[in-house]
């Protein structure tokens, strides 16, 4: 088992990666709001960052991105690569995102059977 992590900076393509990666076969993901450091750095009026820089930061970019934590088995990276590739595009380029993996040696409390996903939306009142 592996645990993939992507950064994605693409949040507009968030919904198709994650349909995406369901119709994969790899159906969870704990998904965490992030935001880089040079950024973060930009937010707080840090003196670290020189003012050109900072302007490069300030436009109207979105500023943060989401960080994609999913257990996978160790034969569904590559499927989980051409998904990513597919719908976020090329990591090589700027402004996309970055994907890594850690081997996991223990991991407990991981439903191997997760069903589809229900929908949980109220029925209409004239449904009742």
Not at 19 to 30: K, M, R, W
Not at 83 to 101: E, H, K, R
Not at 112 to 124: E, Q, V, W
């Amino acid at each position: 088992m592996k645990l993939m992590v992507l950064i994605l900076n693409k949040l507009e393509s968030m919904e198709y990666l994650l349909e995406g990666l369901i119709a994969a076969g790899i159906n969870g993901a704990t998904i965490v709001e992030s935001s880089g450091m040079a950024m973060t750095l930009s937010k707080l009026d840090s003196s670290f960052i020189s003012a050109s820089i900072r302007a490069l930061f300030s436009s109207s970019i979105d500023e943060d991105n989401r960080t994609i934590l999913s257990v996978i088995k160790d034969d569904q990276l590559e499927i989980a690569r051409k998904v990513i590739y597919s719908t976020v595009g090329d990591l090589s380029m700027p402004n996309t995102g970055v994907l890594f993996t850690i081997p996991i040696d223990f991991a407990e409390g991981i439903n191997k059977n997760r069903g589809p996903i229900i929908s949980t939306a109220a029925p209409d009142d004239e449904d009742k």
